[in-house]
């Protein structure tokens, strides 16, 4: 889901048929190394949270074919090295795609134990199209502004509603970013990876990626494995289902969830007062959707902005405690203050927001085939709705605009082995928004790499967030490429997964504060 992250290095309809030409070979360069980019010129930018980051820019081809060709900037962090004993840059990425990565490296380099931080300089970016890097893409600001028609099209003139909007999104994407969405996509932004690690003048990088993160570095690793010296990937996409499959299956795992959040309202009956039964407190949510349906809770949170606000929760259980306080004030007592604050904490959208849905919908509709006839969007949708009603329509809506694209698209990179060092990676066995499938296939697909599961875990995002145990193995592997080998099954090591929270009025704490900080800069669907 799309999420607010900081920013903090500042310059440094169309239908189906209607489509902008694209270069044949667009994102694959006849020869990638023509193009160096000047050494980074890094100045001072810290924040109170990570003083020590430094910013700075780097320009990159925007079409990696034609290297003397147009160029765009894209903006850099870095929280550098200070031990005499120097790893490389430790390049880092949040997902999204379109989430900006800038305050990730303060994040990581902070998170990570000092001695193993101290040897890498860890390097953030805003990729193309995203947050400070120039351009920004921004296709039709307030996209998502309230309220939004029910997201569920229970008759046909619900549907034309939501038809219209992703209808007008792409036509405007098309229309202001005609010479720009042939180049957003996954491809070329591995080309930039790369163009940075020529402008840090490294041999090779170590990369670090969440969720979409992954995605890019298996990719970076497929293109360019002679220059992966290690690979960390947390929360990965299965990159056989790019990206319509992909999104169908996350639904299901979305609703089971949130059923697992309305297990944990059960629980704590106490604290919220909506019974026992998990069936019956899923069906109080459920009442809660169809009532603010018909009247929106200030005038804000209706069907749509309701699951918006929800959908949060099955990234972090550390948000449970502050949805169920919401959730039960309105269903107790009709009290809208609380859920309107819930919405504007966890969904609302502002100018970050807009930018990254963006970048989401060109790279995801230009990376690979989308079906165009919407009679196949609508039987599937309906389908998964049956059995996993919770996400089913609201993620459609929220990739929907591939149906319309104004840019023809590319052929998935099919990621495989190519020779790397052994690499790492880490997978909950409950995570909704990259299910556990995704760890065990690329798993597979890199031969060398090593699995570590957080058994019974369901957040999405897992290490430098409070588990001692996932972190060894990541500390582990960073200081010296140690990893676990020769676990039971598929995986080569399990880590039990940390207790759900407590509710608020509990003495425990909601959630730890690197947890909450790390989900507040991942870059949310994928």
């Given at each position: 889901m799309r999420k607010r992250a900081a920013v903090l290095c500042g310059a440094a309809v169309v239908l189906a048929g209607s489509l902008?030409?694209?270069p044949a070979e667009a994102g694959t360069p006849r020869a990638p190394e023509t193009f160096h980019a000047a050494k980074p010129a890094w100045k001072k930018c810290g924040t109170d949270d990570f003083p020590t980051l430094q910013c700075a820019s780097v320009r990159v081809p925007l079409d990696h074919t034609d290297p003397a060709g147009r160029k765009i900037t894209l903006a850099l962090s870095r929280v550098p090295h200070t031990a005499k004993k120097y790893q490389g840059p430790l390049l880092v990425n949040p997902g999204g795609p379109g989430g900006s990565g800038l305050a990730l490296a303060g994040f990581v380099a902070s998170a990570l134990p000092k001695r193993v931080a101290a040897e890498y300089d860890v390097i953030g970016f805003d990729p193309r199209g995203v947050g400070a890097s120039e351009p920004a893409l921004d296709c039709a600001p307030g996209h998502f502004d309230p309220v939004r028609p029910d997201p569920v099209p229970t008759s046909p003139e619900v549907e034309?509603?939501?038809?219209?909007?992703?209808?007008?999104?792409?036509?405007?994407?098309?229309?202001?970013?005609?010479?720009?969405?042939?180049?957003?996509?996954?491809?070329?932004?591995?080309?930039?990876?790369?163009?940075?690690?020529?402008?840090?003048g490294a041999k090779k990088i170590n990369y670090f990626g969440y969720s979409y993160g992954t995605y890019l570095g298996a990719v970076y690793a497929k293109l360019f494995p002679e220059r992966v010296r290690r690979l960390v990937l947390d929360s990965v996409v299965d990159p056989t289902g790019i990206w319509y499959d992909a999104n169908l299956e996350q639904d299901y795992a979305f609703n089971d969830r949130h059923r697992a959040f309305m297990a944990w309202v059960a629980e704590h009956d106490a604290a919220y007062g909506l019974g026992t039964d998990p069936e019956k407190v899923e069906a109080a949510w459920y009442a809660m959707r169809a009532a603010l349906k018909k009247d929106p809770a200030g005038g804000k949170v209706g069907a749509a902005e309701l699951e918006d606000t929800f959908i949060p929760g099955g990234y972090y259980n550390g948000y449970w405690?502050?949805?169920?306080?919401?959730?039960?004030?309105?269903?107790?007592?009709?009290?809208?203050g609380p859920l309107v604050r819930a919405y504007e904490n966890f969904a609302a959208g502002d100018a970050a927001a807009d930018n990254g849905f963006s970048v989401y919908s060109a790279v995801e509709c230009r990376d690979a085939v989308w079906p165009r006839d919407w009679r196949q969007w609508r039987k599937d949708n309906w389908e998964v709705y049956e059995r996993a009603p919770f996400m089913a329509w609201n993620n459609a809506w929220y990739n929907a605009a591939c149906a319309f694209w104004p840019v023809e698209?590319?052929?998935?990179?099919?990621?495989?082995?190519?020779k790397l060092p052994p690499a790492l990676l880490f997978q909950a066995t409950d995570d909704a928004a990259t299910p556990y499938q995704g760890g065990v296939t690329v798993h597979r697909l890199l031969a060398n790499s090593s699995l570590v599961v957080e058994s019974g875990g369901g957040n999405h995002g897992i290490t430098l967030s409070g588990n001692a145990c996932l972190d060894r193995h990541l500390a582990a592997y960073l200081t010296d490429g140690t990893v676990p080998r020769g676990g039971s099954g598929v995986a080569d090591a399990v880590c039990a997964a940390l207790p759900d929270p407590k509710p608020l009025t509990s003495k425990a704490a909601p959630s730890s504060a690197r947890g909450s900080t790390l989900h507040g800069l991942l870059g949310f669907r994928g």
């Amino acid at each position: 889901m799309r999420k607010r992250a900081a920013v903090l290095c500042g310059a440094a309809v169309v239908l189906a048929g209607s489509l902008t030409a694209a270069p044949a070979e667009a994102g694959t360069p006849r020869a990638p190394e023509t193009f160096h980019a000047a050494k980074p010129a890094w100045k001072k930018c810290g924040t109170d949270d990570f003083p020590t980051l430094q910013c700075a820019s780097v320009r990159v081809p925007l079409d990696h074919t034609d290297p003397a060709g147009r160029k765009i900037t894209l903006a850099l962090s870095r929280v550098p090295h200070t031990a005499k004993k120097y790893q490389g840059p430790l390049l880092v990425n949040p997902g999204g795609p379109g989430g900006s990565g800038l305050a990730l490296a303060g994040f990581v380099a902070s998170a990570l134990p000092k001695r193993v931080a101290a040897e890498y300089d860890v390097i953030g970016f805003d990729p193309r199209g995203v947050g400070a890097s120039e351009p920004a893409l921004d296709c039709a600001p307030g996209h998502f502004d309230p309220v939004r028609p029910d997201p569920v099209p229970t008759s046909p003139e619900v549907e034309r509603a939501n038809l219209a909007r992703v209808q007008s999104f792409a036509a405007a994407c098309g229309r202001k970013y005609a010479n720009l969405l042939p180049y957003i996509d996954t491809n070329s932004t591995v080309r930039d990876i790369d163009v940075i690690r020529r402008a840090l003048g490294a041999k090779k990088i170590n990369y670090f990626g969440y969720s979409y993160g992954t995605y890019l570095g298996a990719v970076y690793a497929k293109l360019f494995p002679e220059r992966v010296r290690r690979l960390v990937l947390d929360s990965v996409v299965d990159p056989t289902g790019i990206w319509y499959d992909a999104n169908l299956e996350q639904d299901y795992a979305f609703n089971d969830r949130h059923r697992a959040f309305m297990a944990w309202v059960a629980e704590h009956d106490a604290a919220y007062g909506l019974g026992t039964d998990p069936e019956k407190v899923e069906a109080a949510w459920y009442a809660m959707r169809a009532a603010l349906k018909k009247d929106p809770a200030g005038g804000k949170v209706g069907a749509a902005e309701l699951e918006d606000t929800f959908i949060p929760g099955g990234y972090y259980n550390g948000y449970w405690p502050y949805l169920a306080e919401a959730f039960s004030a309105y269903a107790k007592n009709e009290d809208t203050g609380p859920l309107v604050r819930a919405y504007e904490n966890f969904a609302a959208g502002d100018a970050a927001a807009d930018n990254g849905f963006s970048v989401y919908s060109a790279v995801e509709c230009r990376d690979a085939v989308w079906p165009r006839d919407w009679r196949q969007w609508r039987k599937d949708n309906w389908e998964v709705y049956e059995r996993a009603p919770f996400m089913a329509w609201n993620n459609a809506w929220y990739n929907a605009a591939c149906a319309f694209w104004p840019v023809e698209p590319l052929r998935p990179e099919r990621v495989r082995n190519g020779k790397l060092p052994p690499a790492l990676l880490f997978q909950a066995t409950d995570d909704a928004a990259t299910p556990y499938q995704g760890g065990v296939t690329v798993h597979r697909l890199l031969a060398n790499s090593s699995l570590v599961v957080e058994s019974g875990g369901g957040n999405h995002g897992i290490t430098l967030s409070g588990n001692a145990c996932l972190d060894r193995h990541l500390a582990a592997y960073l200081t010296d490429g140690t990893v676990p080998r020769g676990g039971s099954g598929v995986a080569d090591a399990v880590c039990a997964a940390l207790p759900d929270p407590k509710p608020l009025t509990s003495k425990a704490a909601p959630s730890s504060a690197r947890g909450s900080t790390l989900h507040g800069l991942l870059g949310f669907r994928g």
